[in-house]
């Protein structure tokens, strides 16, 4: 296989109750008249092949977060002084009060948004 190959179809854009209600149905085939060992041995197979996905994705997040300069370590001495996190000034000099003024804007343009679909409903 391919290891460039890249599917942007899969896993599919389906809603994410189906897509629950998906994993339920194949849980309830997978049972079949298996006996509780046998359920046991497909189980943590799936599982394991989960875990395995998730641990290439972490690493692979990891390693784009370091090269976009974007791994905020929640650790550091300097994030607990409280001068290395996304919402104390940074770099870019964005303080809580310009974020506060950023989200106030954007709720007064919901707000009228939300006044202007009332309008269209009500003629």
């Not at 079949?32 to 046991?40: I, T």
Request: some cysteine; glycine content about 6%.
């Amino acid at each position: 296989m391919d290891r460039n190959y890249h599917n942007s179809n899969f896993p599919p854009n389906t809603d994410p109750h189906l897509y629950a209600v998906l994993a339920v149905t194949v849980g309830f085939a997978c049972v079949g008249d298996y006996n509780a060992n046998e359920q046991n041995s497909i189980g943590n197979w799936l599982i394991l092949v989960g875990q395995y996905i998730l641990t290439h994705a972490a690493q692979q997040q990891l390693i784009e977060a370091r090269l976009e300069n974007n791994n905020l370590n929640t650790n550091s001495q300097k994030h607990k002084n409280g001068t290395g996190g996304p919402f104390t000034d940074n770099e870019q000099g964005r303080s809580n009060q310009t974020q506060r003024d950023e989200v106030n804007f954007l709720l007064d343009a919901v707000s009228k948004i939300e006044k202007e679909l009332n309008n269209l409903k009500s003629n």
